[in-house]
């Protein structure tokens, strides 16, 4: 949004030196033909320099008008997303111990990425409405301090930032949370609200390039509606930047509050195959069934959809329902090449189409060199063979302006 106003002013001054120049030629012009004689030469030099700066001014007008947001629809949106690039991101999982700069580089070696996002985690017991949050229980890199010094590392490197506040349940899902008695969901409003406030005043202090006002709260977003609209509001007050919220995957249409945000964000787990090693060309297929409604929700809201979370598990059935590889891990065959062909398919499908913002894919260890490998059965695509596709295609992505 800074670039944007430099742009302006520049153009501003530009317009305010050409003016100057002109004013100066039109008095040296009259001095020079101070003789009566040459009063008729005067005069018609003075009308061609008066005609053309009129014609600048003009022009400079009409270039305003057509940039003036009453001429937008949805205007912020479109400013918000003005010359951003395509979001080839990851998402950090936040270490327990600091570390340095280049620790990071290897997110953009192995597969190209440009965005990452940190997630300073918050905690709940079960139905309990206090966050707890900034506790010394807590890892380096989920607390305040942390937080800050991933952002730095991150810029450093060239890497825009989505600070992404996260809340885990113990022993359930932030999904489920529901409360039964009024006075609770006041408590959890307010603790939620400080939880988020801390972190947005943050991420305006940070110059981050976007923040995620909640994660995957099924419930409380739709019947908290007023609520989440007042805090979307006040984040505005903090944090300047654009803004989103990360929804699940089966319930992003339910979302009161997509008009208050400048994307669409959805944690996008489609269950798509169930086969062992689904072919890259029937999850293709799958994607593309899908693609009517994801444009289609995009297109209602004026707004493109950014993929908060998404990615594959390397193992058996790795296109299907994540929740239960995630539960049924250990029993299941790790599948290497499942997770590269849902990767493959997922780029080729819908990843180029307009109404996609791109997304940040689950998850990133900080050791790099440790992470992942040929046995390892979890999200990260790390010393994997997903690693050579998905930098594949974010390079080829990276160059190319989002709409």
């Not at 693609?291 to 058996?316: H, I, N, R, V, W």
Request: proline share 5%; hydrophobic share 40%; charged share 20%.
């Amino acid at each position: 949004m800074a670039n944007t106003k430099k742009r302006h002013y520049h153009k501003h001054f530009s317009l305010k030196l050409s003016t100057n120049h002109y004013k100066t030629l039109i008095i040296n012009l009259i001095k020079d033909y101070n003789s009566p004689y040459n009063l008729p030469i005067m005069i018609n030099n003075t009308l061609f320099i008066l005609l053309f700066f009129s014609i600048i001014s003009i022009n400079f007008a009409c270039n305003s008008s057509k940039n003036s947001p009453s001429n937008n629809i949805n205007s912020s949106t479109k400013h918000a997303h003005k010359n951003i690039k395509a979001i080839n991101g990851i998402s950090f999982e936040s270490p327990p111990q600091a570390f340095e700069t280049p620790a990071l580089q290897p997110i953009i070696d192995d597969v190209g990425a440009n965005w990452i996002a940190i997630s300073p985690y918050a905690f709940a017991r079960g139905n309990s409405p206090k966050i707890i949050y900034d506790s010394n229980y807590q890892w380096w890199g989920e607390r305040p301090e942390g937080v800050i010094r991933i952002i730095e590392h991150a810029q450093a490197q060239g890497l825009k930032i989505m600070l992404k506040p996260q809340v885990w349940l113990m022993h359930s899902w932030v999904g489920d949370f529901d409360l039964e008695k009024e006075k609770d969901w006041k408590l959890w409003e307010e603790s939620y609200r400080d939880y988020v406030i801390h972190f947005a005043h943050i991420a305006d202090s940070m110059h981050v390039d976007l923040f995620c006002v909640g994660t995957e709260y099924r419930i409380a977003a739709v019947k908290r509606a007023n609520y989440w609209q007042q805090l979307i509001n006040e984040v505005k007050t903090i944090y300047t930047g654009p803004l989103t919220y990360a929804a699940n995957w089966d319930n992003y249409q339910n979302i009161p509050f997509w008009s208050s945000l400048d994307y669409i964000g959805i944690d996008a787990y489609f269950p798509l195959d169930k086969t062992a090693t689904p072919s890259i060309q029937h999850l293709t297929t799958a994607w593309n069934k899908l693609a009517p409604e994801l444009a289609a929700y995009s297109q209602q809201y004026q707004k493109q959809l950014l993929f908060t979370e998404y990615g594959y598990m390397s193992l058996d059935q790795a296109g299907w329902q994540n929740w239960e590889n995630e539960a049924n891990k250990h029993q299941k065959q790790l599948n290497l090449q499942a997770q590269a062909n849902a990767f493959e398919a997922l780029f080729r499908s819908i990843w180029q189409a307009p109404y996609i913002a791109g997304g940040f894919i689950w998850k990133w260890h900080v050791n790099h060199a440790k992470a992942g490998g040929k046995n390892n059965k979890d999200y990260t695509p790390q010393n994997k063979p997903a690693a050579a596709v998905i930098k594949h295609y974010y390079t080829q992505n990276d160059s190319l302006p989002k709409p």
